[in-house]
């Protein structure tokens, strides 16, 4: 009985202290950039959007890519339906069509659009200076993430201009993130 206990305590307080990736808005990604400077790793998402879900409970959860998100870039979950409103490079983003409340499918946000975002989830990724580098579309496991996250934290992908490029790269690609 008592180790039954002792192990539903550390369950819970592990679940407590389980780490997670440190979201913020766009608005504060930027700001951040602005007084030091690192890439961002985006996370565009729709309330909708079964793939989105399971990339939030599965790969968004994993220790390995909790800890290299949150030391590498700053995280921005982005509602591509949703009404937040931001200045990027200039030019304010918002959403006109927003209707609060509404179910389902809902207008797309201008930034969304902007990204020529095709298809959720897609993860999008932005240079020190916020310019776009390239999304990455559909549910994607910590495992087959962690090629993008490092390709790009390593700025790898200045080298890997094309198809081909990748195709050698994923080849010679050793992974570390636990399975």
């Avoid at 390995?64 to 995280?75: C, L, M, Q, R």
């Avoid at 020529?116 to 993860?123: A, L, Q, T």
């Avoid at 580098?133 to 490092?150: C, M, N, R, S, W």
């Amino acid at each position: 009985m008592k180790k039954l206990l002792f192990i539903a305590c550390f369950l819970f307080i592990s679940n407590l202290f389980a780490q997670e990736i440190n979201w913020m808005s766009m608005q504060d990604a930027l700001s951040a950039q602005a007084e030091n400077p690192k890439k961002i790793f985006m996370d565009v998402y729709t309330d909708w959007c079964g793939p989105c879900k399971l990339l939030d409970k599965k790969t968004f959860k994993h220790p390995d890519v909790v800890k290299y998100v949150n030391e590498h870039f700053y995280a921005v979950k982005f509602d591509a339906e949703g009404n937040d409103e931001f200045v990027y490079q200039g030019n304010k983003f918002n959403n006109p069509d927003y209707v609060a409340g509404k179910r389902g499918r809902k207008s797309s946000h201008i930034f969304a659009r902007s990204l020529r975002i095709s298809g959720y989830p897609s993860m999008v990724f932005f240079d020190e200076k916020s310019n776009l580098i390239f999304p990455v579309t559909g549910f994607h496991t910590a495992q087959q993430l962690e090629i993008f996250l490092k390709l790009i934290q390593s700025d790898d992908y200045k080298q890997v201009t094309s198809q081909k490029m990748f195709r050698e790269y994923e080849k010679n690609f050793v992974g570390t993130f636990k399975g």
